[in-house]
């Protein structure tokens, strides 16, 4: 890790923009903002600074994963919401981003529809955390850190 905070870009997909009013027994019941609000938090704690994007088009998150590449961010925790199912632009511009990345979802996908158990990015993600709600943004800054070349930030369990 380098001698500045290393910095994890959260990138946020389509319908994130609407927690707090999903179905809280998947998606909880924060908002977006609270979430981003206790991320910030977590990252703080672990020495990282952090950075939020959400979007409801596919193309602005391809995009902003493009911006990544070459010093963007240091790492990046992504959600892309249903897009993580098929959207292979994705999966295409987070592989020339060159940087670690965790796949994060707050719902057990695992648990849930068939077609939500498929991951065109998991291939390319150093972890895949599924269904420890908000706290799984803790164990993907945790496991960026460990990426990074910093100190264990705490249990494992949970990644998938």
């Known amino acids: 890790m380098s001698a500045s905070k290393p910095r994890v870009e959260v990138l946020h997909g389509v319908n994130l923009n609407m927690l707090g009013g999903r179905d809280p027994l998947h998606y909880g019941t924060l908002t977006l903002r609270e979430l981003e609000e206790q991320i910030a938090a977590w990252a703080a704690e672990l020495g990282m600074a952090v950075g939020f994007f959400q979007t409801n088009m596919e193309g602005e998150y391809v995009e902003r994963l493009q911006t990544l590449a070459g010093g963007g961010a240091d790492a990046a925790i992504l959600n892309p919401g249903s897009w993580t199912h098929y959207a292979y632009a994705i999966h295409d511009a987070l592989e020339l981003t060159g940087i670690p990345a965790v796949e994060v979802h707050l719902s057990d996908v695992q648990s849930r529809e068939p077609w939500r158990r498929i ?8 972890a895949s955390i599924s269904g420890r709600g908000p706290d799984g943004y803790r164990l993907a800054l945790e496991r960026l850190r460990e990426e990074l070349g910093g100190e264990s930030g705490g249990e494992e369990s949970g990644l998938v």
């Open 119 to 126: 991951s065109v990015i998991g291939d390319l993600c150093v």
